[in-house]
């Protein structure tokens, strides 16, 4: 496939599959590989993933964020790889791991790796910044609090 049709392919993963559950027969292979790497995680590394299963996790980010949505800051292509810088804007509306709703708007940044085979998502590289998604939900302190508390208790 060509580096447009790959990027195009990538395109729908933020812009369709979210609002459009039947994209992700298009998009996603059959069985893919979805690898995070995260601070402040709680999910695990790597899962095998399926079409059904992100209709499934779209539903739920809607059952978490209300309205959100992902916005593509910039996108590369190169072989069977695309790269997207992206930022993520929502409200809390629903539990996540645990937390009730906060009603907080909501956003933080990160970048995702695609590798495609025959036209289709085969393998994602998740890596966003989950400890500011917690500090806007007021679960961590903001980092210059945290560093003020242990410079103050060193001392």
Known sequence: MSLEVNKAVVQRYFEDAPHHPDTCDEIFAPRFLFHTIQQASLTPQTVES?????????????????????????????????????????????????????????????????????????????ISDRLWMWQQLGVLPDIREAIARARHSVS
């Not at 499934?56 to 910039?74: L, P």
């Not at 810088?85 to 956003?107: D, S």
């Open 50 to 126: 399926s079409p059904d299963d992100e209709r499934a996790a779209y539903e739920k980010m809607k059952e978490v964020w209300g309205s959100w949505a992902m916005t593509i800051d910039q996108m590369l292509a190169e072989g069977d790889r695309v790269m997207v810088q992206w930022t993520f804007r929502g409200a809390h509306r629903g539990e996540f791991h645990g937390l009730p709703a906060t009603g907080k708007p909501i956003a933080w940044s990160g970048i995702n790796i695609f590798r495609l085979a025959d036209g289709k998502i085969a393998e994602v590289w998740d």
